[in-house]
C-alpha cells in the first residue's frame, strides 16, 4: 500500500512577551533549540526518503507490468496475423470454387469481431479456427483492459514518486539551513544526530565472513556524501548503504529500511554483533550496521556524510530493533 506521508518543515523560535504597543522581534534560537530542530527534521527527512524510494520502486513495477502487457499484446498480435493468414489460404480455395463475395468481406475486415461476426458465412473455415477467432477476440480485449489499467497504474505511480522527492527535497533544503545555523555558532560540539568518525575507511573489527565485507564495504565509504535514493558510487541513503553493504557479502536486502526491517533473525540489543541492521524512529525509516563497542555505521541525512557514530545519547533514544541478515 502507497504510504502518504504529510511534511511540516518548521523553524525554530522562541515567544516572548510583548510590551504593550512595542513591538519585538523574536530572540534568536539557541544552540540546542537549533540542534533539536535538527533532530527533528532528520527523523522527518529519514521518514520522506524512504517513502520516496518506495514510491520509486512502484513506479519501476508499473512500468514493468505496462511493458509485460505491451509484449503479450504484441503477441497476440502476431498470433492473430498468422490466423488470418490461414483464413487467407481458405478463402482462395473458396474464390476457386466461385463463393467470392463472402471470402472477400472477410478478408476485408481490420476488426478480429468483425471476423468473428462474418465468418460463420463462410462453410470452409472449420469450427476449431471458428473457436480459435472467438479466442483471439476476447483475449485482445482482455488484454486493452489490461494495458489501460497498466497505464493508469503508472501514472499514478509517477506523480506519487514526484510529490514524495518534493517533499523530501522541502526537509532537506530546511534541514541545510538549520545546519548552516548551528555551524554559526562558536565551539559547535556536535551532539544529537549530528556527529561521527567521517574518516578512515579500513574496517578492524573481529567481524569475518560476509559481516565482515560488509562492514568492509560500508568503511570504504566513509566521507561520501548523503544523497537520498543514493545507492553508490557517488553517495548514499541509509538504506542504500545497508543494502549495497551486504550486497558485497553476497546477501541480497530490500531497498527501503521498513522493508530491511523485515529480513533475517531479530536481535536483541544485548546480543548485537558487528554487521546487524540497526533501525529506529517509530516508523522505521532509519537504518544503520553495528560496527561492535557500542557503535555503528550509517548515512545520517543530507547535511552530513556517511560516518561512525556511537549509539549513545540521541541515537540510543531512536533504537526500534535490530536484524541480523
Known sequence: MRRRVATGVGIVTAGVMALPGVAQADPEPTQQE??????????????????????????????????DVEERIETETEDY???????GELA????????????????????????????????YISQNRQAELEQYSAAAERLEELRAEAEAALED????????????????????????LLES????TPSGSAGGTTTGGSYTGSASGSAGAALDYAYAQLGDPYVWGGTGPDGFDCSGLTMMAWQAGGVSLPRTSQAQF???????????????????????????????????????????????????????????????P
Request: charged content about 25%; glycine content about 10%; aromatic content about 6%.
Open 81 to 87: 496475423e498468422r490466423l488470418r493468414q490461414r483464413i
Open 92 to 123: 482462395g480455395a473458396a474464390y476457386q470454387g466461385g463463393d467470392l463475395g463472402s471470402t472477400v468481406a472477410v478478408l476485408g475486415s481490420g476488426d478480429p469481431q468483425d471476423v468473428v461476426d462474418q465468418a460463420a458465412t463462410l462453410e
Open 157 to 180: 505511480a509517477e506523480q506519487a514518486e514526484t510529490e514524495a522527492q518534493e517533499a523530501a527535497e522541502e526537509v532537506e533544503t530546511a534541514l541545510a539551513e538549520q545546519q548552516d
Open 262 to 324: 523485515s529480513v533475517g533473525q531479530p536481535v536483541d540489543r544485548s546480543s548485537l554483533q558487528p554487521g546487524d541492521l540497526l533501525f529506529f524512529y517509530g516508523g522505521i525509516s532509519h537504518v544503520g550496521l553495528y560496527v561492535g563497542d557500542g557503535q555503528m555505521i550509517h548515512a545520517p541525512n543530507s547535511s552530513s556524510t556517511v560516518q561512525v557514530v556511537s549509539l549513545a545519547g540521541y541515537w540510543d533514544g531512536q533504537f526500534q530493533g535490530a536484524r541480523r
Open 34 to 67: 537549533v540542534q533539536d530542530e535538527i533532530d527533528r527534521l532528520t527523523e522527518e527527512s529519514s521518514e520522506l526518503v524512504d517513502a520516496a524510494n518506495e514510491a520509486e520502486e512502484e513506479r519501476e513495477a508499473a512500468e514493468a507490468e505496462l511493458e
Open 185 to 188: 555558532f562558536p565551539e559547535v
